[in-house]
């Protein structure tokens, strides 16, 4: 029911636009560079790379068009010596470049991306131990609103918030709890993770 929520909202939003008298709305429509439509009543919400391309739909007349939720992605990767990394969604707006790791239980997100994402740090947040290079270290457990790669994603995650790589680049790392929920297929030939949700 969840991988609907969004879905839901653009149609009670274009509902409430056409409910208004005598008033025209507009939705904008824009697809980011992995072929993933998007909807939204904000030009800021969009990224700005993709402002341009952005169409504008009366909704006044009728509702734009819902897109058929995805079950399946193929997902370009970029190899980093031994890392494969994939780009990201946070919370429906920030791109991030994640690191492909089937041997973490959980994902980790930077303190950088909890910064950018405003969660707060501070407020006694459960811990998780974590095995580093330096040894054992108590991590903050935090709630990530959604996670979405190549169009597949999972709502209200738990991560843990911990800087595993130098490389500011490099949000964090997609473990087990995100992993889990597909089906995974690497074609290290083509470059490319497939997702399929389970």
């Known amino acids: ?5 969004g879905t839901f909202f653009i149609v009670l939003l274009a509902l409430f636009f ?10 904008l429509r824009w697809i980011d ?4 439509v ?15 391309k952005a169409t504008r739909i009366k909704t006044s007349s009728q509702l734009p068009p819902v897109p058929i939720p995805a079950d399946k992605a193929s997902v370009p990767f970029q190899k980093k010596g031994e890392l494969m990394i994939v780009q990201a969604t946070l919370n ?8 492909v790791d089937t041997g973490a239980s959980y994902t980790t997100i930077s303190r950088a991306t909890a910064k950018e994402l405003e969660i707060d740090l501070e407020s006694n947040p459960s ?8 040894g054992i270290i ?16 999972l709502k209200d995650l ?27 297929d690497i074609d290290s030939k083509a470059g490319v993770l497939r997702l399929e949700k389970k």
Do not use: Y
């Open 158 to 184: 738990t991560v843990a918030v911990h800087d595993v790589f130098p490389d500011p680049a490099i949000a964090g790392l997609l473990g087990l709890n995100f992993l889990s929920q597909f089906r995974l």
């Open 92 to 99: 429906e707006k920030a791109a991030a470049k994640f690191v």
């Open 38 to 52: 998007h909807f939204t009543d904000s030009l800021q919400s969009i990224p700005q790379k993709f402002r341009s």
């Open 18 to 27: 056409c409910a208004v008298p005598c008033r025209s709305a507009e939705m």
């Open 127 to 134: 811990l998780i131990p974590l095995q580093t290079a330096n």
């Open 138 to 153: 108590q991590a903050p457990l935090v709630s990530v609103h959604s996670i979405e790669v190549g169009g597949l994603g």
């Open 1 to 5: 029911m969840k991988g609907h929520r």
């Open 33 to 36: 560079d992995k072929g993933v």
